[in-house]
């Protein structure tokens, strides 16, 4: 069974810097796109960053120039690198990918449980 799994969120200054982790497990045939969403407390989940196949890339507005999205194909693991956190980076931050597991002929979404980031001085 697919399961996605986050890791690198925790408690940072204004100004500092996270890494985020979202390894992919179990029988995968292929990933199209991976994706990086985040919510707030009483937001709405919102798209951050995502990454294709191609490797094209896209980000929200308000994270353009500090944070960068990657990838390891052969790791099906994605990352979030964050620098220069603001407070309103503040939130809970998922994972999504958009996978065939093997033995399927669809694609669909799957998702992680979310890893906290929270920046404060």
């Known amino acids: 069974q697919v399961q996605l799994v986050e890791s690198g969120g925790g408690l940072v200054q204004p100004g500092g810097s996270l890494r985020l982790s979202c390894a992919a497990s179990?029988?995968?045939?292929?990933?199209?796109?991976m994706n990086w969403y985040r919510q707030a407390p009483g937001l709405q989940r919102e798209l951050v960053a995502s990454?294709?196949?191609?490797?094209?890339?896209h980000y929200i507005n308000s994270v353009k120039g500090r944070f960068t999205i990657s990838k390891d194909n052969a790791k099906n693991t994605a990352y979030l690198q964050m620098n220069n956190l603001k407070p309103e980076d503040t939130a809970v931050y998922y994972c999504n990918f958009d996978l065939m597991a093997s033995g399927s002929y669809y694609y669909w979404d799957y998702w992680g449980r979310g890893t906290q980031v929270t920046v404060s001085s």
């Open positions: 990454i294709s196949r191609d490797g094209n890339t």
């Open positions: 179990g029988g995968i045939s292929s990933i199209n796109a």
